[in-house]
């Protein structure tokens, strides 16, 4: 277990708008194996390992989270489960669930290493993950990640399952890509007895194809699926923007993340690290806080205190992401992978 110096600091935090912040999402690293069209660009470039914390310095980092009231924290990126004894990270924060200070430890994978991972991230007391998957389409997969291979990540998905993980998929709706899917990914999941969620494209970094040429509506998608199924609104939610639907014809719940048609900003209870220690209030602002300089400047956490402090005093109302013809630059420069899903 990594040494913590985190001294007891009950005050949670509270926003301008009154949103309690109790979710914490990191991304441990900003590297992929995959290269996935509405992500990156194929030559993305990285950031040098120097400027990257330490997995000490991330545990350090949530742990301080954990103490100003964060019950969830995400693992996310780039690839999380690329990083380098990523799991001695798990096995450390764990003990946030022991202790009950924190009510869950979760994950956002491309499903690539879960095969060797699954067992001991379930191990570390990880209950439920989500995989990003959007084609079951052998050829198609390797045209949406570029890099990335099918049957790896069923493999992956098979082990999470095997290892007692409840898995969740995220599918991002891509118009002429796999819109002609939606259904089949739907029977898919719920067959094996997984929720799915499908995602909006965002503006979010510079890549090579137009995002609007991918922008598919999720309005869209569901009032076609209601000639398909049967959705009943349901009220199961999870600390994540999706809103469900029950399919009565395959029992399975389907999630509506729409960042772009439905702004759920007004609920927002969450706040996001990079690898490199910067804060960001909101996946679609720029504004953003360095909390490597105070992690690193004591053993305390006195300062570290004081920046995160400073930081949600700013986190504003909500993103204005804009996908059309004149908005030729995306909203937020840096990609997903950055800040993390
Ligand atoms: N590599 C992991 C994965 O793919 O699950 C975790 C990081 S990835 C950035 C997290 C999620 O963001 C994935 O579900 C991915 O599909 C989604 N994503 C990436 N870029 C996006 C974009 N521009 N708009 C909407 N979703 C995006
Ligand atoms: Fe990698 Fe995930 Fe981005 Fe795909 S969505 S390139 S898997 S970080």
């Known amino acids: 277990m990594f040494e913590s110096s985190a001294s007891v600091q009950p005050a949670p935090m509270i926003d301008p708008f009154g949103r309690t912040i109790d979710y914490l999402r990191v991304s441990v690293t900003d590297r992929c194996d995959f290269r996935c069209v509405y992500c990156m660009a194929e030559n993305m470039t990285f950031l040098p390992k120097r400027d990257l914390l330490s997995l000490e310095e991330l545990d350090r980092l949530c742990s301080a989270f954990v103490a100003r009231g964060v019950r969830r924290l995400r693992m996310t990126g780039g690839e999380p489960l690329v990083r380098k004894d990523v799991m001695m990270l798990f096995r450390s924060l764990s003990r946030h669930l022991e202790s009950g200070a924190l009510d869950e430890l979760t994950v956002t994978t491309n499903g690539s290493q879960l095969g060797r991972h699954a067992a001991d991230l379930a191990a570390a007391g990880v209950k439920r993950i989500n995989v990003s998957l959007d084609t079951l389409d052998a050829d198609r997969f390797r045209a949406i990640t570029r890099w990335g291979d099918l049957g790896d990540v069923m493999r992956g998905i098979d082990a999470a399952q095997a290892a007692g993980l409840h898995v969740k998929i995220n599918a991002v709706a891509l118009k ?30 510079d890549i090579e194809p137009s995002r609007l040429d991918q922008y598919l509506p999720l309005s869209m998608v569901r009032a076609r699926l209601m000639d398909r199924f049967t959705l009943e609104e349901s009220d199961h939610r999870t600390a994540g923007p999706a809103r469900y639907v029950s399919v009565r014809e395959t029992g399975g719940r389907i999630g509506f993340i729409t960042p772009m048609t439905h702004n759920f900003c007004e609920s927002c209870n969450r706040v996001r690290i990079t690898c490199t220690g910067t804060l960001y209030m909101c996946l679609g602002q720029e504004d953003a806080a360095d909390l490597r300089a105070p992690l690193r400047a004591s053993e305390a956490n006195d300062a570290l205190f004081a920046a995160i402090d400073s930081a949600i005093s700013r986190k504003p109302r909500g993103h204005d992401f804009v996908i059309d013809r004149r908005s030729k630059r995306p909203s937020v420069s840096r990609h997903m992978s950055m800040t993390g899903g």
């Open 176 to 205: 002429g890509v796999n819109e002609d899917e939606i259904e089949t990914l739907i029977r898919w999941a719920h067959g094996r007895g997984m929720d799915i969620s499908f995602i909006e494209v965002m503006p979010l970094g």
